[in-house]
């Protein structure tokens, strides 16, 4: 009975010891979140954007970063293992981060997503270079993206004495008026990139002008001819039409001519007008000049 008793308060003892002698159990917190920021959301054109990535509340990590072109593409390694915990980026998407220590490499959750978008320029553009735009004349205005080849744009404009402008990269005004005058300013925007407002493009209209009839003399001398020209006051891009009438005939447009000055042999009532465009613009008929032929006795034609 001695001996059982013996046996019994041995067991005791080594199971007290057993349970003793276990290690005790840490608690350990949940799986880390790599957290991402950006200094901006917006990349200026022609500069960069800051990203840091960080594991709060611990030491010892070393980063990889990732990069999406949209939403539904996959995931592109843009940087892997750096102890650097910012990098420089230049290109528009989608960023994300993880941080990553130890041998073997136990890994943090993915940070949340940060979508960065690029800046780039607009300009808006006259289709034509003419230095000046008259009344009645229709024109078209086109905001360019520098960088935006290839991309499906939405645009807007701001436009003076209008509550609808377009949502296309043109602006056409169909027979202009003074009250179109005024600043013109694009921006467009494109999934993950996006222009500011253009600089203004200001549109100066002017009154529909009068073509200028000139003659280097009003006398054709006998054999001889006489130069007449052509021209609009303080702009470009015209062709002319040219007309000639007598005392006897009705007024009749001189053929194939459309150059500024032209070489005449002919006496009579000579006029022009400027043309250019499309649709076809003209401006008002010069004043009449009158030529005549030297002769034994000068007559008009």
Do not use: M
């Amino acid at each position: 009975l001695i001996c059982e008793q013996c046996l019994f308060i041995y067991i005791i003892i080594i199971s007290e010891w057993t349970i003793c002698s276990t290690f005790p159990v840490t608690s350990t917190a949940s799986k880390p979140r790599a957290k991402l920021k950006a200094e901006s959301s917006i990349i200026p054109a022609g500069g960069s954007v800051t990203l840091s990535c960080s594991v709060e509340g611990s030491a010892g990590w070393k980063f990889d970063w990732f990069r999406r072109d949209s939403e539904f593409s996959g995931a592109q390694k843009i940087g892997a293992g750096t102890s650097e915990h910012t990098i420089s980026i230049s290109e528009r998407g989608i960023y994300y981060c993880r941080g990553g220590r130890g041998d073997p490499v136990f890994s943090t959750e993915d940070s949340a997503p940060v979508t960065i978008q690029k800046q780039v320029l607009a300009a808006v553009n006259l289709q034509h270079s003419w230095s000046q735009i008259f009344t009645g004349e229709t024109i078209t205005l086109r905001c360019e993206i520098q960088g935006g080849e290839g991309k499906v744009w939405k645009y807007e404009w701001t436009a003076p004495n209008t509550n609808s402008p377009p949502t296309s990269s043109e602006y056409r005004i169909s027979r202009v008026s003074v009250s179109h005058s005024g600043d013109y300013r694009c921006r467009g925007s494109s999934d993950y990139l996006l222009t500011g407002w253009s600089d203004a493009f200001t549109l100066t209209v002017s009154y529909k002008p009068r073509a200028t009839l000139t003659a280097g003399t009003t006398i054709i001398p006998v054999g001889g001819s006489v130069t007449l020209t052509c021209s609009v006051q303080s702009s470009d891009g015209w062709k002319y039409e040219w007309f000639r009438r007598t005392q006897r005939t009705s007024e009749g447009k001189i053929r194939d001519q459309q150059n500024r000055d032209i070489r005449v042999s002919q006496g009579g009532i000579y006029s022009c007008r400027g043309t250019r465009g499309n649709p076809v613009y003209y401006t008002d008929i010069s004043d009449d000049v009158t030529i005549e032929i030297t002769c034994e006795f000068s007559h008009l034609v």
